[in-house]
């Protein structure tokens, strides 16, 4: 290897500081008194929502007959109020504006916040009271709220969210104006009443974006500073090297497989690019890799962090409420895409190091055989195997065992599993965190490695407990997780004293009273700006509620797509990209699933095709994250480029050519909801995993040129239909053969008495809506129909779908109860308008047809693809692997 070969360079380290902080942490870091009044706002921030997540408030209800509970309202308000006072104590306001200090502008915009956020607080009684009647001092509490929250977003998150926000404004008060175009025109709102739906109730900023923030993402925010402050980043990038770095391109698939565990305590991808990207992105240009596409391949990794479950990005939790789902769903539907996609970046790298011809780094100790290798391999998968069912059924049975006593004996098994684990890590030398400029000359041994930080896996798996098997809630899981650190932070340092015989037990107490002091600190500031994305994002949802806009935006964008339901998910998903050059992810989801998550799923019913909600709403979340990528804006390009030398415009459009496959996943899975394991059993599942994963690994293949040897055109076009037919085999049923039989409607008193227990009808309706009353719409949906009973009218008019048959018509009658928590036809036919004439018909009940198995058109597929090898295994003598 040449000199050249084995330079690191990289970026000055305070160029990375700057870039982190001035988008996460704020890089304002005054000295002095102030510095101590900052360092106070944020700890306290932290300990209230530690404190606020506990029973702690309901012990001292009950001990002392003190009231010092906080409703969610109480925690919304207090959360944002937090956040505009370090919006303005950490970013600085102007270029000129001092770094060392804080001007006293700044501290009269943050205690202005503050005061704002505090009336809703102190006076919320007298403010129940006169419900949408605000007085002056409302409006002008309110009014000085409002500003000094879009300076904080201009601070915080830059100059597009608040132009964003600020045309929804104008929507909101000159909606009838001449200059707003007549197709999405309103009657325009007072002033009164804009305010108060805006900030003195929970319409707007602190609606339910700030709700999830302050009750889920901040705590698994905390959660993750205190990993990383505690030693568990710097674990997770060793341990991926030390068992990948001397495979064939080896950093480079560790660096991916490092950053899908920091993904784990960072729900940032610039944060994430810059702390596994100083250590990865050097190693990857020694063997190898230009600068580019080592920038590439960790800011692809860094990205698909915000989608790895069981810790996704903010998005996710908002996911909760918006979709209608637990977070236990959110997971569920998430894990198979985010898994396939690290997969198939994995193999992507792989073919990079096929292309180059490159070597991994040298590993320590004798060669290994082939078959110790395999071993090697096998009992990794067995372990993790073992690890899962150990924690699945072995928790599970000792709740069972233990029942009203699983927290004190599932507490003592955590302690005694934490202390063996513990002493097998004194056994063996601390990690120190490398010098990412120093040379390296071999990668870290495993055993050593592994054994080193493996309690640090205690807290992930006390969350993964409490959320799947406990079924607590998202942020309560957090929190218990977040105590198992906050334990293992205080004891680690003092106990692997102990173990060693070592008598300075003292120093490390405070060693880990400092990493305790750091990630509170840390989960403080790394919270600004989501709090501060999901408040001025409820003035974006405030205004959709307050105007319907959702109901014009939607209509516009279906008008451009002609009705077509792919055109539309493109336009979306441009859409997305668009508004996320300027938006973080988090308000980039609101925005769009507000705007556009209903529409998708009307249109999608209309073409006949019944999206699942969480399916739309993942599908705009992936797109969302894509924007730290795509060129000229994606800041975890310019982060990578700044480590790697490299140039950040190519190195994000290489970024989002590995990305392609992270593109194509939502289109997928809007089309086969297997992928997002919806009404499939485990056999199944593991079925769609081994496909799906397969299907990936052909399409990045395709897109990358190269398989066993380089592709030619039409064995590129060859690969990515056979994934396509892997992915989506019914597509080519469907040409064949039509799913469904359409039974005229007449028919629908004997299906329904007909079908059995559980069964859902599939229902085309068509009538006039309320928004058009003068075109006819058509709707596929599911009728689920409950208990089998043979009185088939019987049977519907329980479900609330009433009709009346008039010869060869079949008129539906209005629905009794509507609204979100309705019936299922009060939901999906709410925008009907069953007065109207011509009436509200049942057109059709589809039935699914006898047809042959989709599958049997993986044989074609796979006759094709042998093809392909064979051919291109003539033109190589390159080994695969």
Request: hydrophobic share 55%; aromatic share 10%; net charge negative.
């Given at each position: 290897?040449?000199?050249?070969?084995?330079?690191?360079?990289?970026?000055?380290?305070?160029?990375?500081?700057?870039?982190?902080?001035?988008?996460?942490?704020?890089?304002?870091?005054?000295?002095?008194?102030?510095?101590?009044?900052?360092?106070?706002?944020?700890?306290?921030?932290?300990?209230?929502?530690?404190?606020?997540?506990?029973?702690?408030?309901?012990?001292?209800?009950?001990?002392?007959?003190?009231?010092?509970?906080?409703?969610?309202?109480?925690?919304?308000?207090?959360?944002?109020?937090?956040?505009?006072?370090?919006?303005?104590?950490?970013?600085?306001?102007?270029?000129?504006?001092?770094?060392?200090?804080?001007?006293?502008?700044?501290?009269?915009?943050?205690?202005?916040?503050?005061?704002?956020?505090?009336?809703?607080?102190?006076?919320?009684?007298?403010?129940?009271?006169?419900?949408?009647?605000?007085?002056?001092?409302?409006?002008?509490?309110?009014?000085?709220?409002?500003?000094?929250?879009?300076?904080?977003?201009?601070?915080?998150?830059?100059?597009?969210?608040?132009?964003?926000?600020?045309?929804?404004?104008?929507?909101?008060?000159?909606?009838?104006?001449?200059?707003?175009?007549?197709?999405?025109?309103?009657?325009?709102?007072?002033?009164?009443?804009?305010?108060?739906?805006?900030?003195?109730?929970?319409?707007?900023?602190?609606?339910?974006?700030?709700?999830?923030?302050?009750?889920?993402?901040?705590?698994?925010?905390?959660?993750?500073?205190?990993?990383?402050?505690?030693?568990?980043?710097?674990?997770?990038?060793?341990?991926?090297?030390?068992?990948?770095?001397?495979?064939?391109?080896?950093?480079?698939?560790?660096?991916?497989?490092?950053?899908?565990?920091?993904?784990?305590?960072?729900?940032?991808?610039?944060?994430?690019?810059?702390?596994?990207?100083?250590?990865?992105?050097?190693?990857?240009?020694?063997?190898?890799?230009?600068?580019?596409?080592?920038?590439?391949?960790?800011?692809?990794?860094?990205?698909?962090?915000?989608?790895?479950?069981?810790?996704?990005?903010?998005?996710?939790?908002?996911?909760?409420?918006?979709?209608?789902?637990?977070?236990?769903?959110?997971?569920?539907?998430?894990?198979?895409?985010?898994?396939?996609?690290?997969?198939?970046?994995?193999?992507?790298?792989?073919?990079?190091?096929?292309?180059?011809?490159?070597?991994?780094?040298?590993?320590?100790?004798?060669?290994?055989?082939?078959?110790?290798?395999?071993?090697?391999?096998?009992?990794?998968?067995?372990?993790?195997?073992?690890?899962?069912?150990?924690?699945?059924?072995?928790?599970?049975?000792?709740?069972?065992?233990?029942?009203?006593?699983?927290?004190?004996?599932?507490?003592?098994?955590?302690?005694?599993?934490?202390?063996?684990?513990?002493?097998?890590?004194?056994?063996?030398?601390?990690?120190?965190?490398?010098?990412?400029?120093?040379?390296?000359?071999?990668?870290?041994?495993?055993?050593?490695?592994?054994?080193?930080?493996?309690?640090?896996?205690?807290?992930?798996?006390?969350?993964?407990?409490?959320?799947?098997?406990?079924?607590?809630?998202?942020?309560?899981?957090?929190?218990?997780?977040?105590?198992?650190?906050?334990?293992?932070?205080?004891?680690?340092?003092?106990?692997?004293?102990?173990?060693?015989?070592?008598?300075?037990?003292?120093?490390?107490?405070?060693?880990?009273?400092?990493?305790?002091?750091?990630?509170?600190?840390?989960?403080?500031?790394?919270?600004?700006?989501?709090?501060?994305?999901?408040?001025?994002?409820?003035?974006?949802?405030?205004?959709?509620?307050?105007?319907?806009?959702?109901?014009?935006?939607?209509?516009?964008?279906?008008?451009?797509?002609?009705?077509?339901?792919?055109?539309?998910?493109?336009?979306?998903?441009?859409?997305?990209?668009?508004?996320?050059?300027?938006?973080?992810?988090?308000?980039?989801?609101?925005?769009?699933?507000?705007?556009?998550?209903?529409?998708?799923?009307?249109?999608?019913?209309?073409?006949?095709?019944?999206?699942?909600?969480?399916?739309?709403?993942?599908f705009v979340f992936y797109f969302g994250i894509m924007a730290d990528v795509t060129p000229?804006?994606?800041?975890?390009?310019?982060?990578?480029?700044?480590?790697?030398?490299?140039?950040?415009?190519?190195?994000?459009?290489?970024?989002?050519?590995?990305?392609?496959?992270?593109?194509?996943?939502?289109?997928?899975?809007?089309?086969?909801?297997?992928?997002?394991?919806?009404?499939?059993?485990?056999?199944?599942?593991?079925?769609?995993?081994?496909?799906?994963?397969?299907?990936?690994?052909?399409?990045?293949?395709?897109?990358?040129?190269?398989?066993?040897?380089?592709?030619?055109?039409?064995?590129?076009?060859?690969?990515?239909?056979?994934?396509?037919?892997?992915?989506?085999?019914?597509?080519?049923?469907?040409?064949?053969?039509?799913?469904?039989?359409?039974r005229p409607p007449t028919e629908i008193a004997e299906i329904a008495g007909a079908v059995?227990?559980?069964?859902?009808?599939?229902?085309?309706?068509?009538?006039?809506?309320?928004?058009?009353?003068?075109?006819?719409?058509?709707?596929?949906?599911?009728?689920?129909?409950?208990?089998?009973?043979?009185?088939?009218?019987?049977?519907?008019?329980?479900?609330?779908?009433?009709?009346?048959?008039?010869?060869?018509?079949?008129?539906?009658?209005?629905?009794?109860?509507?609204?979100?928590?309705?019936?299922?036809?009060?939901?999906?036919?709410?925008?009907?308008?069953?007065?109207?004439?011509?009436?509200?018909?049942?057109?059709?009940?589809?039935?699914?047809?006898?047809?042959?198995?989709?599958?049997?058109?993986?044989?074609?597929?796979?006759?094709?693809?042998?093809?392909?090898?064979?051919?291109?295994?003539?033109?190589?003598?390159?080994?695969?692997?």
């Amino acid at each position: 290897m040449s000199e050249q070969s084995t330079d690191r360079t990289t970026a000055p380290a305070v160029d990375l500081e700057d870039l982190v902080a001035s988008t996460d942490t704020g890089n304002r870091q005054p000295t002095g008194f102030v510095a101590l009044l900052m360092t106070l706002t944020a700890l306290t921030w932290s300990l209230f929502q530690l404190y606020y997540a506990s029973n702690i408030p309901s012990v001292i209800h009950s001990v002392f007959g003190i009231n010092l509970i906080f409703n969610l309202d109480d925690a919304r308000v207090i959360h944002v109020a937090f956040a505009l006072m370090l919006a303005a104590m950490s970013y600085p306001l102007f270029k000129s504006s001092p770094r060392d200090s804080i001007p006293w502008y700044d501290w009269l915009l943050g205690l202005a916040g503050v005061a704002a956020c505090l009336y809703l607080f102190v006076f919320k009684d007298n403010i129940a009271v006169r419900a949408g009647l605000p007085t002056t001092g409302d409006l002008v509490m309110s009014s000085i709220g409002m500003v000094v929250l879009m300076i904080a977003a201009y601070r915080a998150l830059g100059l597009p969210l608040v132009i964003v926000s600020s045309v929804f404004l104008v929507y909101v008060f000159f909606g009838d104006k001449s200059f707003i175009p007549d197709v999405i025109q309103w009657k325009g709102a007072s002033y009164g009443k804009a305010m108060w739906h805006f900030w003195m109730q929970t319409e707007g900023v602190f609606g339910i974006a700030a709700g999830v923030s302050a009750s889920m993402i901040f705590l698994f925010v905390l959660f993750g500073s205190l990993l990383d402050k505690g030693g568990a980043g710097n674990y997770l990038i060793k341990v991926a090297f030390a068992l990948l770095g001397h495979l064939r391109g080896g950093p480079a698939k560790a660096a991916v497989v490092s950053s899908a565990m920091t993904g784990l305590i960072s729900g940032s991808s610039i944060a994430n690019t810059v702390t596994t990207g100083t250590f990865t992105i050097p190693l990857m240009k020694r063997v190898g890799f230009t600068a580019e596409k080592a920038g590439a391949t960790e800011v692809a990794s860094s990205v698909n962090g915000q989608i790895m479950p069981p810790v996704m990005g903010a998005a996710a939790f908002l996911m909760i409420e918006y979709a209608g789902v637990s977070y236990l769903e959110v997971v569920r539907h998430a894990v198979l895409p985010a898994s396939i996609s690290y997969i198939a970046l994995l193999y992507i790298v792989h073919l990079e190091a096929l292309k180059a011809d490159m070597k991994g780094l040298p590993r320590p100790g004798p060669a290994r055989t082939v078959l110790q290798k395999l071993t090697g391999m096998l009992g990794g998968f067995v372990g993790i195997g073992v690890l899962a069912a150990a924690v699945y059924y072995g928790l599970g049975w000792i709740k069972v065992a233990a029942g009203d006593s699983t927290f004190y004996v599932v507490s003592l098994l955590f302690v005694a599993v934490y202390v063996a684990l513990l002493f097998l890590s004194s056994r063996v030398p601390d990690l120190e965190i490398d010098d990412p400029n120093s040379p390296v000359v071999e990668l870290p041994e495993v055993r050593p490695t592994v054994l080193s930080g493996l309690y640090y896996l205690l807290p992930i798996v006390t969350l993964v407990w409490c959320l799947m098997l406990e079924r607590l809630s998202p942020g309560l899981s957090a929190y218990w997780a977040t105590i198992a650190m906050i334990f293992i932070l205080l004891t680690q340092h003092p106990l692997k004293a102990l173990f060693r015989g070592q008598l300075n037990f003292l120093a490390g107490f405070k060693q880990g009273v400092l990493e305790l002091y750091e990630g509170l600190l840390a989960g403080a500031r790394n919270m600004i700006g989501i709090a501060v994305a999901t408040a001025i994002a409820g003035i974006i949802v405030g205004t959709i509620s307050l105007t319907g806009a959702h109901q014009v935006v939607g209509t516009f964008i279906e008008f451009l797509s002609g009705g077509s339901l792919m055109v539309m998910l493109a336009l979306v998903a441009v859409f997305s990209l668009i508004l996320g050059m300027g938006l973080p992810t988090t308000a980039n989801y609101i925005v769009v699933s507000s705007l556009m998550a209903g529409v998708v799923v009307e249109v999608g019913a209309q073409n006949g095709l019944i999206v699942p909600l969480i399916a739309v709403h993942l599908f705009v979340f992936y797109f969302g994250i894509m924007a730290d990528v795509t060129p000229p804006v994606g800041l975890a390009s310019f982060a990578a480029a700044a480590i790697s030398g490299g140039d950040p415009i190519k190195t994000g459009v290489t970024a989002f050519y590995y990305s392609l496959r992270t593109v194509a996943l939502p289109f997928l899975f809007i089309f086969n909801t297997d992928l997002l394991l919806i009404d499939v059993t485990v056999i199944e599942a593991i079925a769609v995993f081994i496909v799906a994963t397969f299907a990936m690994l052909l399409f990045a293949a395709g897109t990358q040129g190269y398989f066993f040897a380089r592709n030619k055109v039409w064995e590129a076009v060859a690969l990515l239909v056979i994934a396509f037919t892997l992915f989506r085999p019914g597509f080519w049923l469907d040409l064949l053969e039509p799913p469904y039989e359409q039974r005229p409607p007449t028919e629908i008193a004997e299906i329904a008495g007909a079908v059995e227990a559980g069964a859902e009808l599939r229902l085309v309706i068509e009538g006039p809506t309320i928004r058009n009353p003068d075109k006819v719409q058509s709707l596929h949906f599911l009728l689920p129909m409950g208990d089998a009973e043979p009185d088939g009218e019987a049977r519907l008019a329980r479900e609330d779908f009433v009709v009346m048959i008039d010869g060869d018509d079949v008129v539906l009658e209005e629905p009794f109860r509507f609204g979100p928590s309705g019936s299922v036809p009060g939901q999906k036919l709410a925008d009907f308008d069953f007065y109207g004439d011509p009436p509200v018909k049942l057109v059709a009940i589809e039935l699914e047809r006898d047809r042959l198995p989709k599958e049997i058109f993986y044989i074609p597929a796979l006759l094709l693809l042998a093809l392909v090898i064979m051919l291109q295994r003539r033109r190589t003598d390159v080994p695969a692997f």
